[in-house]
T-cell receptor, first 112, second 115 residues
Framework: QQQVKQSPQSLIVQKGGISIINCAYE??????FPWYQQFPGKGPALLIA?????SEKKEGRFTISFNKSAKQFSLHIMDSQPGDSATYFC???????????FGSGTRLQVQP | SAVISQKPSRDICQRGTSLTIQCQVD?????MFWYRQQPGQSLTLIAT?????????ESGFVIDKFPISRPNLTFSTLTVSNMSPEDSSIYLC????????????FGQGTRLTVV
């Protein structure tokens, strides 16, 4: 099964708060786990990514936590800002096919 | 990161017609991917296009409906044939950055409305 399950579907966070989005997968052939940010009318933009041999990766206010045994990974946005309001997609890349399978997306709204 | 240009950025087409979407990359890449994003939905892979070989289509997508060309390492086209309103979507071209293994980048997409 190629699915990547993402939750929550939508999220409202106050400015300065922490936004947390979770994803789970089943396919053990996935070898790369990126997160994308998409604003209305734009293509998805690569935000941060992690490989399964690493448990955590941090870039600025964005952190990915990865639990290989549980087949779960999550995105944490620290000090959330109104400019972070967008739709976020987790994804997973198949080693052989090299194409991405996307989660269903999370619409984040950061209130000022 | 690789820079990807898609044309057209949007179009409104009549039912039964076809539209060809172009994707140009500023560097040579082995694999190019075409995705569809239906309104308010996630991205679904249509096909993978390698230069010099026929595209590989995902389940639910067929070559007669979505023919793809890949004439060289920087260019690809996707045609949406015999369109119906159900084809109204954003179509996105994607490539894997040759300098950052695994990092995939997307064009700005083509927003297609079929009336």
């Amino acid at each position: 099964q190629q699915q990547v399950k993402q939750s929550p579907q939508s999220l409202i966070v106050q400015k300065g708060g922490i936004s947390i989005i979770n994803c789970a997968y089943e396919n053990t052939a996935f070898d790369y786990f990126p997160w994308y940010q998409q604003f209305p009318g734009k293509g998805p933009a690569l935000l941060i990514a992690i490989r399964p041999d690493v448990s955590e990766k941090k870039e600025g206010r964005f952190t990915i936590s990865f639990n290989k045994s549980a087949k779960q990974f999550s995105l944490h946005i620290m000090d959330s800002q109104p400019g972070d309001s967008a739709t976020y997609f987790c994804a997973a890349r198949d080693t052989g096919r090299r194409a991405l399978t996307f989660g269903s997306g999370t619409r984040l709204q950061v209130q000022p | 990161s690789a820079v990807i240009s898609q044309k057209p950025s949007r179009d409104i087409c009549q039912r039964g017609t076809s539209l060809t979407i172009q994707c140009q990359v500023d560097s040579q890449v082995t694999m190019m991917f075409w995705y569809r994003q239906q309104p308010g939905q996630s991205l679904t892979l249509i096909a993978t296009a390698n230069q010099g070989s026929e595209a590989t289509y995902e389940s639910g997508f067929v070559i007669d409906k979505f023919p793809i060309s890949r004439p060289n390492l920087t260019f690809s086209t996707l045609t949406v044939s015999n369109m119906s309103p159900e084809d109204s979507s954003i179509y996105l071209c994607s490539v894997e950055d040759p300098l950052r293994a695994g990092a995939a980048f997307f064009g700005q997409g083509t927003r297609l409305t079929v009336v």
